[in-house]
């Protein structure tokens, strides 16, 4: 026997609510930003804090891999620079944590729910840093990536994300430059240093084609995010994008992109590539990359143990206000 299904009703605004969405929707379509204290629907602030949360988780995980490196930098300059590198990691964090702040969730709530496994991170972090050549790897290939994903979310609609963008940008730009700078070191050392660059190149590319997103068909979020303007290039687009801007880097330092369909297309004026393995992508998104296990056990422990720090802030800021408000009412007395 068939089923009979109905259309859901649509939902009914009231004529006061249906001006503050018109209202909100020309703001968009102008390209004015949407600030915290401004009225948004709901479904606009629920995507905003899941993507910045998980931009902001992403940030926060994506120091542990090259965390890992530190000890073991061949030069104190290297170590010096990634140092620094893994600190505006951080820095990026807590930006974006900020910027989701704003929408009313708190940090707590967010840390929950990613260590809960709630909340997603960039699949990119899942794979293992095997060899120093993954390090510098990451910053031409992961933060070339992230920039090229980044630089259009400087015009999202929501204004505290879009202003955090400008500085992540900057910053993300100087990590693709030393990484880059990093593999070429190598590329141009010995044939030993030269493959080790390339076993990287090989591991890495394809996981950071995946950080773009599903195939535009296939990703059940970009309409919307496009039409409220937090999406600005689809992720086929920043994809082609990335290729397009990547190649002429490899080729220059003598390393080959393990793609077999991969060649120039006169007629896109792009490159045609292969496609990336999509079950692998679900698979780590579901939380089974090589080392997820691992991430989120590391950032559980780095939470509980820094417990005691969070306690001795809020009993000092506490105090601070305590002693704040005695002297503004001996003051007015
Ligand atoms: N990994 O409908 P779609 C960095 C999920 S950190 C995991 O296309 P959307 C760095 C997606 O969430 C850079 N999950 O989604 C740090 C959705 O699931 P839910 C991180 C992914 O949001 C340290 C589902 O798949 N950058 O640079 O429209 C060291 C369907 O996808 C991924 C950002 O976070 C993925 N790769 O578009 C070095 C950028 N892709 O949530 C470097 C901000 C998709 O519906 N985020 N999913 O359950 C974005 O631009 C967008 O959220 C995405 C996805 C393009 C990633």
Same mark, same amino acid.
Request: with cysteine; hydrophobic share 40%; charged share 25%.
């Given at each position: 026997?068939?089923?009979?299904?109905?259309? =859901?009703?649509?939902? !009914?605004?009231?004529?006061?609510?249906?001006?503050?969405?018109?209202?909100?929707?020309? *703001?968009?379509?102008?390209?004015?930003?949407?600030?915290?204290?401004?009225?948004?629907?709901?479904?606009?602030?629920?995507?905003?804090?899941?993507?910045?949360? @998980?931009?902001?988780?992403?940030?926060?995980?994506?120091?542990?891999?090259?965390?890992?490196? %530190?000890?073991?930098?061949?030069?104190? *300059?290297?170590?010096?620079?990634?140092?620094?590198?893994?600190?505006? !990691?951080?820095?990026?964090?807590?930006?974006?944590?900020?910027?989701?702040?704003?929408?009313?969730?708190?940090?707590?709530?967010?840390?929950?729910?990613?260590?809960?496994?709630?909340?997603?991170?960039?699949?990119?972090?899942?794979? =293992?840093?095997?060899?120093?050549?993954?390090?510098?790897? %990451?910053?031409?290939?992961?933060?070339?990536?992230? %920039?090229? &994903?980044?630089?259009?979310? @400087?015009?999202?609609?929501?204004?505290?994300?879009?202003?955090?963008?400008? *500085?992540?940008?900057?910053?993300?730009?100087?990590?693709? *430059? @030393?990484?880059?700078?990093?593999?070429?070191?190598?590329?141009?050392?010995?044939?030993?240093?030269?493959?080790?660059? @390339?076993?990287?190149?090989?591991?890495?590319?394809?996981?950071?084609?995946?950080?773009?997103? =599903?195939?535009?068909?296939?990703?059940?979020?970009? !309409?919307?995010?496009?039409?409220?303007?937090?999406?600005?290039?689809?992720?086929?687009?920043?994809?082609?994008?990335?290729?397009?801007?990547? %190649?002429?880097?490899?080729?220059?330092?003598?390393?080959?992109?393990?793609?077999?369909?991969?060649?120039?297309?006169?007629?896109? &004026?792009?490159?045609?590539?292969?496609?990336?393995?999509?079950?692998?992508?679900?698979?780590?998104?579901?939380?089974?990359?090589?080392?997820?296990?691992?991430?989120?056990?590391?950032?559980?422990?780095?939470?509980?143990?820094?417990?005691?720090?969070?306690?001795?802030?809020?009993?000092?800021?506490?105090?601070?206000?305590?002693?704040?408000?005695?002297?503004?009412?001996?003051?007015?007395?």
């Amino acid at each position: 026997m068939q089923r009979m299904t109905t259309a =859901p009703a649509p939902i !009914e605004l009231s004529a006061e609510d249906r001006a503050r969405v018109d209202a909100f929707e020309a *703001r968009v379509a102008d390209d004015q930003f949407i600030e915290p204290k401004d009225w948004m629907p709901d479904a606009y602030r629920k995507t905003l804090v899941r993507q910045i949360s @998980q931009h902001a988780h992403s940030e926060y995980v994506g120091m542990l891999p090259e965390g890992n490196w %530190i000890t073991r930098a061949p030069t104190l *300059r290297r170590k010096d620079i990634l140092l620094a590198k893994v600190q505006d !990691e951080a820095g990026h964090a807590l930006y974006l944590y900020c910027a989701a702040e704003t929408l009313g969730t708190s940090r707590d709530q967010m840390t929950e729910a990613l260590l809960s496994g709630k909340a997603k991170y960039s699949t990119i972090f899942n794979y =293992p840093t095997l060899t120093w050549a993954d390090i510098g790897t %990451i910053g031409w290939l992961v933060d070339g990536a992230a %920039i090229m &994903n980044q630089v259009p979310l @400087q015009r999202a609609s929501f204004g505290p994300y879009a202003r955090a963008m400008v *500085r992540v940008c900057k910053e993300e730009s100087f990590h693709q *430059r @030393q990484g880059y700078e990093s593999i070429m070191a190598l590329a141009q050392g010995t044939a030993e240093q030269k493959a080790m660059a @390339q076993d990287a190149l090989d591991r890495w590319w394809w996981p950071v084609l995946m950080m773009f997103g =599903p195939p535009d068909d296939k990703s059940p979020n970009s !309409e919307q995010s496009m039409r409220w303007r937090i999406k600005r290039e689809s992720n086929d687009t920043l994809r082609q994008k990335f290729v397009d801007a990547t %190649i002429p880097q490899a080729e220059a330092i003598g390393l080959h992109v393990p793609d077999p369909a991969l060649r120039w297309n006169e007629a896109k &004026n792009g490159y045609d590539f292969g496609t990336p393995d999509w079950e692998e992508f679900y698979a780590v998104v579901r939380g089974e990359g090589p080392t997820a296990t691992e991430r989120i056990s590391e950032r559980r422990a780095a939470w509980e143990d820094g417990a005691w720090v969070r306690d001795a802030a809020m009993a000092h800021a506490e105090k601070h206000a305590a002693l704040t408000n005695t002297a503004s009412t001996a003051k007015v007395a």
